[in-house]
């Protein structure tokens, strides 16, 4: 059940699992709009406030100055802690413009900072494009050695069949690289999912996460988003995070002759880009994705993710779709 609070044009909505009841915030509002006007004035500031209450024509933000919060409808329910709040930001100017307060799913970017899976997220990634191209070549590819260097017995020698064999300093090497050798393993799909929470849960906790409406720029300068990062404390390096992997054309273009600026779709984003740049910039469309994707990983029931030893005949009676990602739970527990 959702309520909705309406003050002159603007109209709140609130969830029924907030168990908010309307007289409470109403009272609630109101003191807080009293702490928030400061004027010498206390009759135009009672009357303001007076105006605000549901069925004047004064709106909240004449009287408060401030953006509203906004509450976006999460796609899993929050158990046992609250949502996340973040400022909703624009690009349309340098200082920014604070367009409202948008609802975070914990599970996503409020999760438990598990260092031990960044490591291991970040040293998979440096390995599976490491190649070893190291080659010894073993005794038959070298040249000669086909002869006895000398008789087998009479001499008071060491006996040796040819001058290629490894114990000789011209020989070859016993059990030498081979190369090329690919180093690339695959990380289990649940530690690369648990990895992007981290990483995001990090980047939101140290206050290097930025949501923005959209990429518009006013212009294509490099010069102006250069400044803009600069009067923001973004740092050198900013990482610009979208839902699709077609950018409006100003910052594409402002963005390439920035080094340490990149561009990346939402399917691209990894743990070693996001650690790499001091900040990340995201979209409410990629925030959305994201934390969608997340989410259904984290409640995936899917057999290939979960430790299971045996399955009987009667565990798979229930047939998911072929385009479902998500499989149904088991009628009956798994036999271990």
Known sequence: MKTFFTFGNIVLKTSSKYNIPLKKFQASLSSSIRSLKNV?????????????LPGSSASLSQVTKQPLMTSRDLKFPVHHTYPRLAWLDSLASLEGTKLGMIDLHP?????????????????????????????????????????????QKGLGKARHGSIRSPLWLSGSKAHGPRGPKSYFYMLPRPQRA??????????????????????DLPTADPEYLYEMADVRFWGYSVLFVDDTDVMPEKITEAV?????????????????????????????AA?????????DELHSTRVETKFVNRLRPEDFRTKPKEDSTLRKPFTKPLMF
């Open 40 to 52: 010498q004035n206390t009759d135009d500031t009672t009357s303001a406030i007076d105006n605000s």
């Open 107 to 151: 599970d996503v970017f409020g999760t438990y900072p598990r260092i031990d899976m960044l490591h291991k997220n970040i040293h998979w990634q440096k390995l599976y494009r490491h190649i070893d191209y190291s080659f010894e070549p073993s005794r038959a590819e070298l040249p000669g050695g086909g002869r006895k260097p000398w008789p």
């Open 194 to 215: 648990m990895g992007l929470r981290v990483a995001l849960t990090c980047k939101y906790g140290q206050n290097d996460l930025v949501i923005v409406d959209n990429f």
């Open 256 to 284: 390439s002759q920035i080094r340490g600026f990149n561009l990346m779709p939402a399917y691209g984003l990894n743990v070693y880009s996001m650690l790499k740049h001091d900040t990340l910039v995201l979209t409410l």
């Open 287 to 295: 925030v959305e994705k994201i934390e969608g994707k997340l989410l």
